[in-house]
């Protein structure tokens, strides 16, 4: 057994600086609704259009686009749920847990998108596909 070779045997393929800055944007659009107070429904918009615009044209904005979407609307699941928490004071605290979460994992998922690294978001609710078949 060779010790000198790497762990993952796949080849990662070669992202032109457009396509890691794509998939970048598909995460970092989110931002905007996760930061503004308010803001209904933002943090899905950003990401889906990023992802409508580009997913023919790159299979790693494709991708990533699908993941931020997904993960955006997991995340908006779990926000009108607290909503009815806030009667018994609970769904404050848990909107306030959920946002600063959120807004972490946005964070990293746009570094690692920039890396050309694939994010994938800890817990997921799949309703829309990247069509990578995976």
Known sequence: MNVDAPMNSEAMPVLSDRERKLGMLCHASALLGVMIPGAFLIEIVGPLAVWLVNRDESPFARD????S???QITMTILY??????MLVL???PLLIAFKLMALALVIMASYKAHQGESYRYPFNLRFVGSGTGS
């Open 80 to 85: 009108f749920c607290c909503y009815p928490l």
């Open 64 to 67: 990533q686009g699908a993941e």
């Open 69 to 71: 979407i997904n993960f």
């Open 90 to 92: 609970i769904g404050f």
